[in-house]
């Protein structure tokens, strides 16, 4: 079974905090992705990433910032956390390759409180 | 801007029910719509999927209906059951999987 671990369930930080959410994935995948989900919202990408190294923007990148280091490790930093930002943080990975059905894979989450 | 636009946001339905989630779109060149299923304290996780050449899709209880013309799409849910309660997520991509649209999502509880 493919496995996406996020490794924070829950955060609670101060406003201007330096916050650091790490996603790691055990298949193998090219792609990763961070969303964040709200209430009536739905889920919107912040990120994403298509291989190591590489990042490229989603809808809502403004106050968030993203690693790649490795291919299994997507870290998501919030370099000054602001209350606007408290929200569940969805990690996910998919295969780009062809043939493939594109289904996204999620974590179970980060719940962000900033203070 | 929503480029996906889901209803209802919450729904009720009877043990044995039927459950209908409806998503419309803008943006005729969406070539690939999934639906997400997602229980609480869990990561959403892909329900069922269609692309635009068909009209239906089913898996066991749950179907797609897709309308091309009308720019719609929507998850029916028969025989409804209490574990069946989850929110749903509509979602649609262009030539890849890359940047799925999400809708708002749907919360449904089914009462035995």
């Known amino acids: 079974d493919v496995k996406v671990t996020q490794s924070s369930r829950y955060l609670v930080k101060r406003t201007g905090e330096k916050v650091f959410l790490e996603c790691v994935q055990d298949?193998?995948?090219?792609?990763m992705f961070w969303y964040r989900q709200d209430p009536g919202l739905g889920l919107r990408l912040i990120y994403f990433?298509?291989?190591?190294?590489?990042?490229e923007k989603g809808d809502i990148p403004e106050g968030y910032s993203v690693s790649r280091e490795k291919k299994e490790r997507f870290s998501l930093i919030l370099e000054s956390a602001s209350t606007n930002q408290t929200s569940m943080y969805l990690c996910?990975?998919?295969?780009?390759?062809?043939?493939?059905?594109?289904?996204?894979?999620f974590g179970e989450g980060s719940r962000l409180t900033v203070l | 801007q929503q480029q996906v636009k889901q209803s209802p946001q919450s729904l009720i339905v009877q043990k044995g029910g039927i459950s209908i989630i409806n998503c419309a779109y803008e943006?005729?060149?969406?070539?690939?719509f999934p639906w997400y299923q997602q229980f609480p304290g869990k990561g959403p996780a892909l329900l069922i999927a269609i692309r635009p050449d068909v009209s239906e899709k089913k898996e066991g209880r749950f179907t797609i209906s897709f309308n091309k013309s009308a720019k719609q799409f929507s998850l029916h849910i028969m025989d409804s059951q209490p574990g069946d309660s989850a929110t749903y997520f509509c979602a649609a991509t262009i030539g890849g999987y890359n940047k799925l649209i999400f809708g708002a999502g749907t919360r449904l509880a089914v009462h035995p």
């Open positions: 298949m193998d995948h090219e792609n």
């Open positions: 990433s298509y291989d190591v190294k590489m990042k």
């Open positions: 943006n005729t060149a969406f070539d690939y």
């Open positions: 996910a990975s998919n295969s780009g390759g062809s043939g493939t059905t594109g289904e996204l894979f």
